[in-house]
């Protein structure tokens, strides 16, 4: 899942990026301006949008104004300082899908952008289950069978994103757009590379495979998949 | 008197026209009686003219019986309750009607009687009579005569134009003040209106306005001046509300940092050094919070009236060497060449000794913040005829030029300076603003985009005077500067 923070504050921007890549391994760019963040917005598809409301260039309600009238669909979280009810209607109202007040807790802020995703997934429980396959994102942890399997952080992000979309053929470039930011060399084969390595720990005890290629298309995660 | 406006007015309104609608029926009444009475003088003067008349024509006055014969011949008919009596100079009867010989009743002499005769009013039998006697000489011989009119007629005509009058004056009263009723209610119903208006309007909707009228008239211009009353309230309100959420958002924001710092580095297991680097940043967030806390104290303390500066003889010099001491480490620290130029005696001004360090310190941060290394910064401090001038000069960032009337203002940041992250809270300027309102002066900004900028403010001398035994204009100033380069 990628995720755009746009936040003028460097620490706090700075703080919620790492507390999203940590708590939840999500790719997060970074704009510290309405305007740059407005255009990332709608040129990267992103999976959630952090949103401060006093924000220089454009304020954070234009930005979510601009984004909802070019029919972005993208969730988009609230973070701001003013709390009072009439701000509260209006930012819902104009489209944002939830709202944070400063000072926030911050594993409060990664449960909301966890749900948020989960909803804009379409899915409502939080265990995401593929025959035998179990993944957790509200702890990052992955089962087969019953038995824990240990993932790197970005091998946990592929396998996350597939699993909010399963038997869904998934092409190598939106891949690429929702697991990396910004700061990231984008070289395919790199992808391939964490592919094989989640084959191999997904089916260490011989177990039927779940990721299948699709040549000339992109992967796909199902037990049994179509002749 | 507690009555509604509209009961006075109407009140009033039918009080007065009471008032001179009696006037008006007294006059006119007094008016005819005396254009009738006037009428009945004139024709009784023209009776005693024709006796008069006659005497001559007729050369009477010798002869008596002949005198009483032709004058019962000319006058004794009936009379129609006009009537003459003759009398002559000494008292005897020449010629008199029968209604008079009933109330037998002499003439004043002659002697006694104006040339245009006098005018009496008697009662006679049933009715009241006015007469006028005049008395004529004709051929050495005094004629006194008297014409009498009885009053009945016109009394008749006086007492029936009365009755209408009595008649029409109360209905007229009656309808004029039902008129004023209906006027007073018409003119206050308006003011009914717009009271009711101003009622409905309360914190939660201070943008309606009262209706607009288009009479141009007094309640027009009050309608106007209740709106320009809502207006200022309006403006006032809203710039307690943005000072609150500017105020909200300053705060919050670095609460916001600093719990999440501490959070997300109890999320798990760090080295040693990234609890260092955790502390420090929550130290210095913390450290900049108070500072902002301060100003927003100060400011309050503004708001509310508590501040105010204490001007008294103070010594500039030795204030600007303390600001320069206390900036000196931190510009050096930033890499930015530091200058201070001062004149080498006193120069004694008028200022609060708490504000006007204060007023330096701001401009001296904000032109160490906003000046990038390798930069410089001049603190120059002259005395310019009567003034003391106070120069802060760096070759900084620079201000927009579109920005640099909104920089005094509260919470205001340049887009510039908000995209550089340089942080700041955007009250120092606007405290600084304060300070040489305080002081009665104002603080003029040049500044070019890049190449920097330049604050710089007077004050009155204390001793205007004494100036010359220490700088002697801006050559002797130079030459006796003490200049300080720290690098």
């Known amino acids: ?227 | 008197m507690n009555l509604p406006i509209r009961i006075r007015l109407s009140s009033s309104y039918f009080l007065i026209f009471a008032c001179a609608s009696a006037l008006l029926v007294g006059a006119a009444w007094w008016m005819a009686r005396r254009s009738l009475l006037f009428e009945l003088d004139q024709e009784m003067q023209e009776h005693i003219d024709d006796v008069h008349d006659f005497v001559v024509a007729n050369d009477l006055g010798a002869d008596e019986a002949r005198t009483r014969a032709a004058i019962y011949a000319e006058f004794n008919r009936q009379d129609e309750g006009k009537w003459l009596q003759i009398e002559d100079g000494q008292g005897n009867w020449i010629y008199r009607p029968w209604r008079m010989l009933l109330s037998p009743q002499s003439l004043p002499p002659a002697a006694f009687l104006p040339v245009h005769g006098d005018v009496i009013e008697f009662t006679a039998g049933r009715h009241t009579v006015r007469a006028l006697r005049r008395a004529f000489t004709v051929n050495g011989r005094v004629w006194v005569v008297e014409s009498g009119i009885t009053l009945t007629k016109t009394d008749a005509v006086l007492n029936r134009f009365r009755d209408d009058l009595l008649l029409i004056a109360p209905l007229v009263l009656l309808m004029a003040g039902f008129a004023g009723h209906l006027l007073s209610r018409r003119a206050l119903d308006p003011v009914a209106a717009i009271a009711c208006e101003a009622q409905r309007i309360h914190e939660g909707n201070l943008q309606t306005r009262l209706p607009s009228l288009e009479t141009g008239d007094e309640l027009a211009h009050l309608s106007r001046t209740l709106n320009d009353m809502l207006e200022r309230i309006e403006s006032s309100v809203r710039s307690v509300r943005d000072f609150t959420a500017h105020a909200s958002h300053e705060l919050r924001t670095p609460v916001a940092l600093i719990r999440s710092e501490a959070e997300l580095s109890l999320c798990f297991d760090r080295t040693p050094g990234q609890y260092r680097e955790t502390l420090e940043e929550i130290g210095a967030e913390a450290r900049q919070m108070s500072s902002l806390l301060d100003s927003l104290l100060f400011l309050a303390r503004v708001d509310a009236g508590t501040e105010e500066a204490q001007l008294e003889p103070a010594d500039a010099h030795h204030i600007c060497s303390t600001a320069a001491r206390k900036w000196r480490p931190v510009l050096s620290e930033a890499g930015i060449e530091f200058s201070v130029e001062l004149p080498s005696g006193l120069l004694t001004v008028m200022a609060d000794r708490l504000y006007l360090p204060r007023l330096l310190n701001i401009v001296l941060e904000n032109a160490g913040k906003y000046t990038s290394p390798g930069g410089a910064v001049r603190l120059s401090l002259t005395a310019e005829g009567e003034r003391a001038h106070f120069e802060v000069a760096d070759t900084g960032v620079g201000i927009p030029r579109q920005d640099q009337a909104q920089i005094f203002d509260r919470f205001y940041r340049a887009a510039s300076v908000r995209a550089a992250r340089i942080p700041g809270s955007g009250l120092g300027l606007s405290l600084a603003a304060w300070i040489a309102a305080r002081h009665q002066t104002k603080i003029d900004v040049v500044s070019e985009l890049g190449a920097g900028s330049s604050f710089s403010w007077t004050l009155p001398l204390q001793f205007p005077g004494a100036e010359s035994l220490t700088a002697k204009g801006p050559e002797s100033v130079a030459a006796q500067e003490c200049r300080t380069t720290v690098v």
Not at chain 1, 95 to 107: E, N, R, V
Not at chain 1, 155 to 175: C, D, G, N
Request: charged share 25%.
């Open chain 1, 1 to 227: 899942m990628r995720v755009l923070v746009i936040e003028d504050h460097a620490g706090l921007a700075k703080n919620v990026a790492r507390a999203l890549r940590e708590s939840a391994s999500y790719a997060v760019d970074l704009s510290p301006d309405g305007q740059d963040g407005l255009f990332m917005a709608l040129s990267t598809p992103y999976d959630l949008v952090l949103l401060d409301l006093m924000l220089p260039g454009l304020d954070g309600f234009a930005v979510l104004r601009q984004l909802r009238a070019s029919s972005s669909r993208v969730p988009v979280l609230i973070l701001t300082s003013r709390d009072d009810k009439e701000t509260t209607v209006s930012l819902l109202n104009a489209g944002a899908d939830d709202y944070l007040t400063k000072p926030f807790d911050i594993s409060e802020l990664v449960a909301r952008c966890r749900a948020l995703i989960r909803r804009s997934r379409g899915c409502a429980t939080p265990r995401l289950q593929i025959a035998d396959l179990v993944v957790l994102p509200e702890s990052m942890t992955v089962t087969r069978a019953g038995q824990p399997i240990t993932l790197t952080a970005m091998e946990y992000r592929l396998l996350e994103y597939m699993a909010y979309r399963p038997r869904a053929v998934i092409s190598k470039s939106e891949l690429l757009e929702h697991l990396y930011d910004y700061n990231w060399e984008k070289f395919s084969n790199v992808l391939e590379v964490y592919i094989s390595s989640l084959r191999r720990k997904l089916n260490s005890d011989g177990a039927a495979p779940l990721i299948h290629t699709h040549r000339g298309h992109g992967y796909m995660l199902v037990r049994d998949p179509a002749p």
